[in-house]
């Protein structure tokens, strides 16, 4: 599973232009996880900026146009889809540390 961030700026055409309520907002981010299910994909979180018009939702899929794809069927246009890596301990320094356990043990 690879993790997207897709943006949303109603400055540029991609967020609705009147405010939206939290309520509208949270049925709207319902329904892209919903439609986002269909294509094996997941909408984990979304941070938001309703007075301003802008969203950043963070999903799951197995590939961008898995993430493309959950924004057709409720008409939810967005400005980019970037694949970000999650920076834990568990995704990316684990590779690290074991690639320097293995130097030191040679």
Same mark, same amino acid.
């Given at each position: 599973?690879?993790?997207?961030?897709?943006?949303?700026? =109603?400055?540029?055409?991609? *967020?609705?232009?009147?405010?939206?309520?939290? /309520? +509208?907002?949270? %049925? &709207?981010?319902?329904?892209l996880?919903?439609?986002?299910?269909?294509?094996?994909?997941?909408?984990?979180?979304?941070?938001v900026?309703? =007075?301003?018009?802008?969203? *950043?939702?963070?999903?799951?899929?197995?590939? /961008? +146009?898995?993430? %493309? &794809?959950?924004?057709?069927?409720?008409?939810?246009?967005?400005?980019?889809?970037?694949?970000?890596?999650?920076?834990?301990?568990?995704?990316?320094?684990?590779?690290?540390?074991?690639?320097?356990?293995?130097?030191?043990?040679?």
């Amino acid at each position: 599973m690879k993790y997207f961030i897709d943006t949303h700026d =109603k400055t540029k055409g991609s *967020f609705p232009a009147q405010e939206l309520t939290e /309520e +509208e907002f949270f %049925r &709207n981010f319902d329904s892209l996880d919903e439609a986002a299910t269909q294509f094996g994909a997941f909408g984990h979180a979304a941070h938001v900026n309703l =007075k301003d018009g802008k969203a *950043f939702c963070f999903m799951s899929g197995p590939d /961008e +146009e898995s993430i %493309r &794809n959950a924004h057709t069927p409720i008409n939810f246009p967005y400005d980019s889809i970037t694949e970000v890596r999650r920076v834990t301990g568990a995704d990316m320094r684990l590779p690290q540390v074991a690639e320097a356990l293995r130097r030191r043990a040679r």
